[in-house]
């Protein structure tokens, strides 16, 4: 079930009177920790796969559980942004460097495809893609990456289409967000704030501003995870392990990276 991966150590042991930014915190260290976990089950899997010890259904069978642990993830956000939705979008649990790539709260749908794109060393017109090469470069140095070079037209043609669709997707999220950021300032707020001595209703306004940017959260996470769903459909099970092994070592390595910037910054 969903709510299995909630459950995992550090959430058990979270108090009944932890506020609500420690269940966030606890929910995505939980979430990180548990990447470690299912990387070492990707590379484990990969590696047997290479010698013919695991066949599509076992492959099948991992991704599908890759995809519940995701939801679990998000149905755990969903849950908490509803009591307070401002940390998602700018958390504090986070590095500096995460939270500067960060859109609605988390990767970019899009991103995902363009990883593809950087695995298979298709040549797009875009720094994120050069980003994600030179990640791939120092990451995947002297292991073989597998089918990717071998996706076929129908998949490519797939991807393509895939691609239009949430980039188109991504942009009407991203105007909402825009006009839920301008609206904050707006009426009823402005007015709110010239009578700063009043408490009746005062909270109204910002109470309907966090439902407006919890459901937007919702949104974006169920596109990361439409996209994500689809991804795995057009590739093959061995793809779809090698994809998601990737896609996990950059996440930790994002990380890692911004840990060490900041150590760095806090010594100079």
Known sequence: MAHEFLIKPNMANTSCNSTDRNKQENLYESWMNNQQEELKELQNAIALARKNERNNVE??????KMVH???GYVNGRSRL????????????WCTPLEN???WIGGCRPSSFIRLIYALCGIDIESRLAEYLQLILLSLLRGIKIGDFGQLCGKQIVMIDKLQR???AEERKLSSRLASLQ?????QPIAKVAKNCD???GENEPLDKHGHNMANLLEEADELRMKTLKEILRILTPIQGVEYLAAAKRIRLCLQQWGKKREQEHSNN
Request: glycine share 0%; charged share 30%; no cysteine.
């Open 59 to 64: 492959l099948n069978e991992l991704l599908e």
């Open 69 to 71: 642990n995701f939801r």
């Open 81 to 92: 942004a509803r009591v307070d939705v401002s940390p998602f979008y700018a958390p504090t």
């Open 100 to 102: 500067s790539v960060l």
């Open 165 to 167: 669709q949430i980039i």
């Open 182 to 186: 301008e609206d904050v300032v707006d």
């Open 198 to 200: 009043t408490e009746e």
